[in-house]
């Protein structure tokens, strides 16, 4: 597991969607999400017990500590990779949890969302996605509603790529942090990539507050994909979900 979550990482790092299989796949038709274990050896996480993403419900309290976000202006190219339109991030923004350092490598973006709140689902979910030095995987996930337009997220869609595999960059690099809540109360549980190779063995970590983005934005977001691009839920099966 340590070895897969590893090369994951590397291929995060190195600018590569989580989406880094080399295998075809898509999210409808012959290679969609209910074929993605048989597309090849390497996806056979798809079919685990540990799945992302769920239908958060049923919720245990606990002790959960305020998250901690260290981040700072890092986020410069934009890249569209067919599947989804992603924000690489230079080294220097973080997530600290149980005593270890996960550094934010990439965000980027899934309509409809993936993950429900108690059965809502919201138009647009953010992945931040997180690493930390043995390629262990934290993902803190942000929940847009329809509202005013969102001027942080503007400044990605004003540029993003509409052709698969092109890149741009931002004249001035922006945080992460400007994408999210300033409230940062959040849900947990442990769950896998939604893309393949589905590695498990993921924390999630959902913001409870969404975000205010605008229909003219998640209808440009369609028009650039062209197909939604969320994995159905998968089976909760006996994991918690903290709060």
Known sequence: MKAALL???????????????DTKWSYSGANGPGEWAKLSADNAACSGKNQSPINLTGFIKADLKPIKLTYQAGGKEILNNGHTIQMNFASGSHLRMEGTQFDLKQVHFHAPSENLIQGKSYPLEAHFVHADKDGNLAVVAVMYEEGAANRSL?????????????????????SGDLLMPKQRSYYRFNGSLTTPPCSEGVRWLVLKAPVSVSKEQIDAFAQVLHHPNNRPVQAINARPVLQ
């Open 154 to 174: 503007a400044r990605i869609w004003n540029v993003m790529p509409k052709e698969a595999d092109q890149k741009v960059e931002l004249e001035t690099p922006m």
């Open 7 to 21: 090369f994951v990482s590397m291929s995060i790092a190195s600018g590569v969607a989580m989406a880094g299989s």
